[in-house]
Each structure stands twice: as structure tokens, then as C-alpha cells.
């Protein structure tokens, strides 16, 4: 943190083809996209490839190199893109340096953590570049035929056995462009007319280490360890965003580490989990630390729209520097607690734990084994939501001004944490009416607890003001909007536990 960043980052929408090495470039003419074709240059690019001594880079099709020669010389990393554009890679340069620089480092250490990153390949390739030009004088997109020499390298650092191979890539420039896709089928059409075949490998590397990459979370298995191994991948997603402070980042890694724990506490068993286990508390200490950036988030803007919600004349003193521009201040030093957090051991020992987990043998999908355990694994999620909100009933509330009591508070606040588990257990699923009544109440008592928590930090905030000579006004008036939420969420409630209680009978 606070050091300038010298990398850069762009997307690459790009497809590459085997071809036998007597193969005829092939034509662009005639297309409309195309007004004519300038062979660029002949490029002879080196690169050698880092990733741990089990490969766990390329297991998630992500590639570390350092490349000399060419037009962008230096370090890249490149990250897979995702089931809405798969062929989208996102590219993250930094310039050419001895040693791998520590930003590239931050981008793969929730994959690679504490272990060492080696030479794993060297790949050398002479290409040549062709520039297929729009309209408007602008390249559209570019053609390399690439003839590829490479090898594996020992972890001593010795070469194996050398390959050799030429292969084309078609790659789109303006990949925000609205016909891009349809742009790079086009093109494609001309290449395997010309002999081209799409490639077995999705990477150079891939072909030179004989790896096939599984992406991450691994299919035809029960939907809950489905769902988990789901999540762990995009928590790891999300441990990149959060070190470059990407917009909700903290927010959606957070949301990932309590849907993972609650997936596990809602079916410990079947993973070979007890109540107590030492992942369930590290992921809720996990969640604890995210939270301290995550609810100046909250806090942060839920203030912005309350005060530009509310006459000029009411907003009286420094209530904006108080409340929002500290509310940034909250969520800058929480930001570096997360981060700090996530370079720790106890955090790496933890992603080691979720993917021993998640490879750990399912139930049989299909089997009346896994039917009947989804179907208790509802139920007994069910039944914490029924104990929780029949809890709730017996606290009662403050007889003053209507302000429910912290008991109370707390009381529904385990009825959110108890709707929100089973919510997740019905969408990995595929309950979505449970799904959908339980997000309700989620939801409900979500903005209940973000006004529990505002009323307690408008009260401190407001003791500062006052000892300050500052006018107070405008925090009684914010603390009695949330007095006011709070209440209509909780009348919901009611309502909406029933129509869950519906839901569930008929998911039976």
C-alpha cells in the first residue's frame, strides 16, 4: 500500500489453431471489417515461464512469464477468463526486471501463497505479426504465425527434451467493441479454411508441460460440494480484486467466505467436519477482519444517500466529514488490516485446508444417498431459522420510544444468519423457491442489523460532535430514520417466515 503502481492491465479476446508446418498463411481479403492487411513485423520473442513444483499456476490456467524481445517486453501474468467470456484472458504487465516484481507477485499469491516460484519452461518463438486494418485506419485485429521451439526445465534448472511446433493466433484489439465476437468468427473461418484446427492446448505452456488444466473447481459431484468448490474458486478471484482494491471487492470475498462456511456448519458432516472444526473458525475470522472494511463500506455510503436525502437546512455542521469522509478513512485502514491478513501463513494454511476440502470424495450425484442428504441438510437448516425466530419472539422490546432491545437485536440477527445458511444450502441445491424465501428474510434483517449497527456508531459520532461544540442536530435526526427502518423491517418479518414455512413444506 502506497507504493505507485507500475503495471498495466488489459484483455485479450484471442484463439489459437494448430497448423502443420507446410500450411499457407491465409487470406483476409474481401471481409468488410478488413480494408487491407499490413504485415507488421517479425518478432523473436523469449520467455520463460515461472509456477510452483506442482503447477498450481497452470492447474488454474494462469501463466507468469518473463518475455524478452517484441513490443511488450517484461513480466505478464495471464488469468483465465470466466463462463460468460471464456475466451477473454485479462493480461497484467509490469516492466521487464531481473526478479519477479512484487505486484505480479500480489496477483497469483492467493494460488500460489508461501511457495516457491521456479523456472518451469522456456519457449522461444519466432512470429510474424500481421496487421489487419479497419476502416478507419485502426487495427482491428492481428494475425501471428508462430514457430515455436520450447522445453520443459528440471527444477535444478536443466532443460528436457526440446519441442518444436508452428502454430496461428487470431487476436481482436478492441475487445469492448460490440462486434468483437462476431468479428473473431469471422476471422476464424478464414483461418480454418486455410488448414487451421483449434488448438488442443490452451496455452503455450500448457502444450510444452502436457498439462490439462481444470480451471479450478472440479464437475459431476453433489451440488453442496459443488457449490463449495465453487466458491473457493471465486474467492480466490476475489483475493486478487481485494489487493488492487477493484470496486466490492472486499464485499463479494467476504460474501464468499460466509457462504463457504455456511455450506460446511450446514453440511459438516458429509465432509468429514465436527461443529467445532478449525476451518469453521478460521473462515469466520476470516470474515471478521474483511468485516472491518466492509462495514465502513456500508456505513460510508448508506450516510452519503441519508444526508443528500435530506433538506439543506437539516444538515447542520461537519456531519458529512464525520460521517462519510471517515467512513473512507474506516475503510482504507481496514483494507490494509485484510490485506496484511491475506499475506500471512495462518490465511495461506487456510486456502491449503478449503482445497483438500473441496477434493475430498462427494457423495455419488443422482444416488438416493445424496437425495436424502440434501434433503435433511434443508430441513435441518430449516429448523435453525424456526429456533432462531421462535428466540426472537420470547425477547420482546424496549418499552421506550419503541427501540427493540439488544437482546432483540441480537435475537433477529441469528435469524438473518440462519436464513441466509439455509439460502445457500437451497440454491446449491437448486430449491429456488426456498432459495428465494430465505433471501427474504436475508435481506430483511440485513438492513435491520446495518441500522443496529449505524445507531451505535451515530451515537458515538455524535458524542464526538458535541464534545467538539459541534451542532448535533442532524445525528438525531439520521438516528431516528434508522429507529424507524428497523421497525418496518421487523413488521415484514412475520410474513415472510410464513411464506418460507410454505416453501419448505413444499420442497418436502
Request: proline share 4%.
Amino acid at each position: 500500500m502506497g507504493k505507485s503502481r507500475t503495471s498495466s492491465t488489459h484483455v485479450e479476446l484471442e484463439r489459437k489453431f494448430d497448423v502443420p508446418d507446410e500450411a499457407v498463411t491465409p487470406s483476409f481479403s474481401g471481409l468488410t471489417a478488413i480494408s487491407r492487411v499490413d504485415t507488421v513485423r517479425t518478432q523473436c520473442l523469449e520467455a520463460v515461464y515461472f509456477d510452483t513444483a506442482g503447477h498450481d499456476l497452470s492447474a488454474r490456467r494462469v501463466t507468469l512469464r518473463r518475455r524478452t524481445g517484441g513490443s511488450d517486453a517484461g513480466w505478464h501474468v495471464k488469468l483465465p477468463g470466466n463462463a460468460v467470456h471464456p475466451e477473454a484472458r485479462t493480461e497484467v504487465q509490469s516492466p521487464l526486471q531481473q526478479d519477479i516484481p512484487d505486484e505480479l507477485r500480489d496477483v497469483v499469491l492467493g494460488i500460489v501463497r508461501d511457495r516457491p516460484l521456479l523456472p518451469v519452461a522456456r519457449i522461444n518463438n519466432t512470429r510474424e505479426v500481421t496487421a489487419l486494418i479497419g476502416a478507419d485506419e485502426s487495427v482491428v485485429a492481428e494475425f501471428c504465425d508462430d514457430r515455436v521451439t520450447a522445453c520443459r526445465l528440471h527444477p535444478d534448472g536443466s532443460p528436457a527434451e526440446e519441442q518444436s511446433w508452428r502454430e496461428w493466433e487470431l487476436e481482436v484489439t478492441d475487445t469492448g467493441a460490440p462486434d468483437a465476437a462476431a468479428l473473431l468468427n469471422r476471422l476464424t473461418n478464414r483461418v480454418l479454411d486455410a488448414g487451421g484446427v483449434p488448438a488442443g492446448h490452451g496455452s503455450k505452456l500448457a502444450k510444452v508441460l502436457g498439462t490439462t488444466a481444470s480451471g479450478g473447481s472440479v464437475d459431476h459431484r453433489d451440488p453442496v460440494h459443488q457449490a463449495v468448490a465453487d466458491q473457493i474458486d471465486r474467492l480466490l478471484e476475489c483475493d486478487r480484486a481485494v489487493r488492487e482494491d477493484a470496486p466490492d471487492a472486499v464485499h463479494q470475498m467476504r460474501v464468499a467466505t460466509r457462504q463457504i462456511r455456511s455450506l460446511l456448519q450446514a453440511s459438516g458432516y458429509d465432509f468429514g467436519l465436527s461443529a467445532d472444526a478449525w476451518i469453521l473458525g478460521e473462515l469466520q475470522a476470516l470474515s471478521a477482519v474483511l468485516g472491518l472494511a466492509r462495514d465502513a463500506e456500508v456505513l460510508g455510503e448508506r450516510y452519503r444517500a441519508a444526508l443528500a436525502a435530506l433538506p439543506a437546512d437539516v444538515v447542520r455542521g461537519p456531519v458529512a466529514e464525520r460521517l462519510v469522509a471517515g467512513s473512507q478513512r474506516r475503510y482504507q485502514a481496514g483494507l490494509r488490516r485484510s490485506v496484511a491478513a491475506m499475506r500471512s501463513a495462518r490465511y495461506f494454511r487456510l486456502l491449503d485446508a478449503l482445497e483438500q476440502v473441496s477434493a475430498a470424495s462427494p457423495t455419488p450425484p443422482g444416488s438416493d444417498v445424496e437425495h436424502t442428504m440434501i434433503a435433511s441438510t434443508i430441513a435441518a437448516s430449516y429448523r435453525k431459522v424456526r429456533k432462531a425466530a421462535k428466540v426472537a419472539r420470547h425477547t420482546g422490546t424496549a418499552d421506550t420510544g419503541g427501540e427493540p432491545v439488544a437482546e432483540h437485536d441480537h435475537a433477529l440477527h441469528r435469524i438473518r444468519k440462519a436464513a441466509k445458511r439455509l439460502r445457500y444450502v437451497a440454491e446449491a441445491t437448486g430449491d429456488t423457491a426456498v432459495a428465494k424465501r430465505a433471501k427474504l428474510i436475508q435481506t430483511l434483517l440485513g438492513e435491520h442489523q446495518d441500522s443496529v449497527v449505524s445507531r451505535t456508531h451515530l451515537l458515538a459520532e455524535a458524542d464526538a460532535a458535541h464534545a467538539a461544540g459541534e451542532d448535533t442536530f442532524t445525528y438525531g435526526v439520521l438516528y431516528q430514520r434508522e429507529v424507524d427502518l428497523a421497525a418496518r423491517c421487523e413488521e415484514h418479518l412475520p410474513a415472510a417466515l410464513k411464506a418460507l414455512r410454505r416453501s419448505v413444506r413444499a420442497a418436502r
